[in-house]
């Protein structure tokens, strides 16, 4: 079935240092791919999301490109901020019926992302 | 808005107790998801609903776990006869998404209930 495999953590930067996070998926069709986050004592949160190959996802100064290639979806930030640190999942989502993607999604074990001042 | 609220936040009963959880989705979505998630993994999602209609059930929604959505708006997950096992961080999620519309479902989570079986 589909899955997605992404870097274990902890990953501990200082902080203007740039951050990936690899991502790689399996997948029998074309899905949409997300990145959330999940700041300490907060819900889930949408960070960025692509869907279709070649789409390049970004928010906050965090971008992620669909790579159909490599079934990857890397999750970069050129300068991280103390306010970065959270825990990151890559997720997948299959294609809904009539197009489009849905909320039945398939994430990652997460990784957690410290930055240090 | 005020956004996607679970209650309890935590939970801590006894193995072989029926717990119940509640979730209040965003005002007016239509969907709304249960996940659950264990320590150091990613959500699992577990099952939906359109409105009141529960669509889709994952593998892992053993039957001793129950979903009901009666009018369209609040939820309620019960597990019964809880098992170790069964601790883990339930989350909830809503979105507004039309049925027979392409379109990217944006989901909204709850902050969780902490369910510990001891």
């Known amino acids: 079935g589909d899955s997605v495999t992404q870097m274990e953590g902890p990953v501990t930067l200082s902080e203007e240092a740039f951050l990936t996070i690899n991502c790689t998926y399996t997948a029998t069709g074309y899905p949409s791919l997300f990145w959330y986050v999940q700041y300490p004592g907060e819900g889930l949160q949408l960070l960025l999301k692509a869907t279709k190959a070649d789409d390049k996802g970004s928010n906050k100064g965090f971008e992620a490109t669909y790579r159909k290639e490599t079934t990857s979806f890397h999750l970069e930030k050129g300068s991280v901020q103390v306010s970065d640190s959270a825990v990151y999942f890559c997720a997948l989502s299959e294609l809904q019926e009539y197009g489009g993607s849905q909320g039945n999604l398939i994430f990652g074990k997460g990784t957690k992302l410290s930055v240090k001042p | 808005d005020t956004g996607v609220s679970q209650d309890p936040r935590h939970k801590i009963t006894k193995r072989g107790q029926n717990v119940t959880f509640r979730c209040d989705p965003i005002s007016e979505h239509n969907r709304l998801y249960w996940y659950r998630q264990t320590l150091g993994q990613g959500p699992e999602f577990l099952t939906y609903f359109q409105n009141e209609a529960q669509l889709e059930k994952s593998r892992l929604l053993s039957d001793r776990f129950s979903a009901e959505r009666p009018k369209g708006s609040f939820s309620t997950l019960e597990i019964q006869r809880t098992e170790q096992g069964d601790s883990a961080m339930y989350l909830c999620?809503?979105?507004?998404?039309?049925?027979?519309?392409?379109?990217?479902?944006?989901?909204?989570f709850g902050s969780g209930t902490q369910l510990s079986v001891l």
């Open positions: 999620a809503s979105s507004l998404t039309p049925r027979t519309v392409a379109t990217n479902e944006k989901l909204f």
